[in-house]
């Protein structure tokens, strides 16, 4: 794909010797107004090289710097050169790329032979779903999608909480007082109502937790019964995340949790031991990680038990082993940050040179409107509620618009789910939020549904004219202003991809959709496209054809899906 960010610069490079290629692209910007050109480059750096005004020195490249098939003008605007791009010439690299790559426009073979592990979503066993979880969840499968268009082999990881002295309690409450058929009716409602029971009684009565200890050795011990038990609480618990999982249409690679790992940890931490870097602290088990101004990782407790710590460190170890990862990206809110810190630290200690490819992929936490989430209080909004009302909301909509709508369970879905999703990527992730169910079934403005309804409407155009689009077309005729603003925006599909990719971001490809969606709207507002005119009414179609694929593309990426009609 022709750059033409990278045109022009080369076009400077040949004039400027004293600065590079990398210097001159990261100078370049837009011009304020369009009139003034599409590139411009500043020339306030130069004079103090060159000891001459900016706007002589403009004068004289823009003077130098020759036209051709790219470049339409070189002018000086009072100390930049700016540029204009032989719009045409734009049109035919953009429309024939997207119309002969169609599903597989934006991406690239560059991570070919490499592989990703992505750790997200990863709930409790016997926890809530909740909407803090959503995050997580979107970003990672948003970031496998990112990764494998761009020829990376991604592993999906969803790391199960489903280890711990948590489950001895749970285990001893539910033979106190528990019972299958509540358990099976609502699995999670129950099992936390037991859990928070247990905390209550054990007030009260402190032996229970000793019994709880108890199960927890005997669950480590391969007791059959506290084993059958945990087993059930986690199939009955992995039955309601797949609901929502299916509702996402997010799949996994591996379900290995942390109890994957049980029989895992001695090795590691007699690695640890045998560097010399695990220390004894009244009977537990460090490392000290004072002279990096953070506190100690904790490996074993005192009664000699392993920690979600001890188990993210046999987990590094074993997916490094057996999928030899590029990169390892871990999916988990910022007030992990100095769990993750520690952790790469410690297996940097121990020598594994591949410490340096685990990276921590924070993002901020989500609150309500009446106060920060709480299961044991009760106030938590399951992230299956929030997806159901949003389908269900999408619905009525479409009803009322059109009461004998075709294939409505199916478009809601897509519709609402995509709301949902794409407003979990539209900011930068690193951001707190509160939720509001207003804010979230609310569709107006920069949302999934303006998308996904621009999509709809090209398909529409497309429909209608029913004619192939095709690349045997006349491209001075979409070089138009309004033409050349959603050529643009489709142009850079690749770049802002690869740009998601090195941050770790989705949202900027979030905010190429709405780019893209908002430039074709425009154009859509301000020309017919089904004109008498034959030539321009082809030259259109095609235009309508690559925000299309672009669009439909785009949200793919993020895990949205694009319906034809709406
Ligand atoms: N289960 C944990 C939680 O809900 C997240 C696990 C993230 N992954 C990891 N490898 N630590 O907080």
Redesign the pocket.
């Known amino acids: 794909m022709k750059d033409f960010k990278l045109i022009v610069s080369e076009a400077l490079k040949n004039q400027v010797k004293d600065l590079s290629l990398e210097e001159i692209v990261s100078l370049i910007e837009i011009p304020p107004n369009k009139e003034m050109g599409d590139y411009a480059f500043p020339c306030f750096k130069l004079a103090k090289v060159y000891k001459k005004s900016p706007n002589m020195i403009a004068e004289d490249l823009s003077q130098q710097i020759n036209t051709t098939d790219e470049i339409s003008k070189v002018v000086n605007l009072g100390g930049y050169v700016n540029f204009f791009i032989n719009k045409s010439s734009l049109a035919k690299t953009v429309i024939e790329n997207v119309l002969t790559q169609k599903e597989k426009y934006g991406h690239s073979n560059l991570g070919e032979g490499k592989t990703v592990v992505i ?1 997200f979503s ?3 066993i016997a926890k809530p779903f909740h909407i803090g979880h959503i995050r997580t969840t979107v970003i990672g499968n948003a970031l496998h999608k990112i990764y494998s268009s761009q020829g990376y082999k991604t592993e999906r990881i969803n ?1 199960l ?1 489903d280890y711990g002295t948590q489950f001895g309690k749970l285990i001893v409450a539910f033979k106190n007082w528990g019972s299958k058929e509540e358990v099976e009716k609502e699995p999670i409602k129950e099992l936390l109502k037991l859990y928070v029971k247990f905390h209550d009684e054990a007030e009260k009565d402190p032996s229970l937790e000793d019994k709880a200890r108890e199960y927890f050795t005997k669950l480590e011990n391969n007791d059959k019964e506290a084993k059958e038990l945990w087993q059930w609480f986690r199939d009955e618990s992995l039955k309601e995340f797949e609901r929502v999982y299916k509702l996402l249409d997010i799949q996994f690679d591996s379900y290995a949790g942390e109890s994957f790992y049980s029989d895992k940890m001695d090795r590691v931490i007699n690695i640890i031991k045998d560097k010399g870097i695990l220390k004894e602290s009244q009977g537990t088990n460090i490392v000290d990680l004072e002279e990096f101004n953070m506190p100690p990782a904790l490996i074993t407790k005192n009664d000699g038990s392993t920690l979600y710590m001890t188990r ?1 460190l046999a ?1 590094a170890l074993y997916r490094k082993e057996t999928y030899d990862f590029e990169k390892c990206i ?1 999916v ?1 809110g910022s007030q992990q940050s100095l769990h993750f810190e520690q952790l790469f630290k410690v297996l940097e200690l121990v020598g594994f040179e591949w410490a340096k490819d685990l990276i921590h992929v924070p993002f901020g936490m989500v609150s309500l409107e009446e106060g920060t989430m709480s299961t044991r209080k009760g106030r938590v909004v399951f992230l299956e509620d929030v997806l159901n009302q949003a389908i269900e909301k999408t619905r009525e909509t479409i009803l009322s618009k059109n009461p004998d709508a075709k294939n409505v369970d199916e478009i809601a879905k897509q519709v609402g789910v995509g709301a949902v999703v794409f407003q979990e990527l539209s900011n930068s992730r690193i951001k707190d939020y509160t939720f509001s169910w207003d804010k979230t079934l609310s569709f107006d403005g920069e949302t999934g549904p303006y998308v996904q309804y621009t999509h709809a409407r090209c398909c529409a155009v497309l429909r209608k004219a029913n004619e192939e689009a095709t690349t045997d077309i006349n491209y001075d005729l979409l070089s138009d202003i309004d033409s050349f603003e959603v050529l643009k925006v489709i142009e850079s599909f690749n770049k802002s991809i690869l740009n998601s990719l090195k941050k770790n971001e989705p949202h900027i490809v979030t905010r190429f959709c709405l780019d893209l969606a908002q430039a074709f709207n425009k154009f859509y507002h301000d020309n017919s496209i089904l004109v008498e005119d034959d030539e321009i009414k082809k030259a259109r179609l095609s235009l309508v054809k690559a925000t299309k694929i672009a669009l439909e593309n785009g949200l793919a990426l993020l895990g949205i899906k694009a319906p034809e009609r709406m």
């Open positions: 750790d990863s709930p409790n790391h909480g993210d987990a871990y988990v």
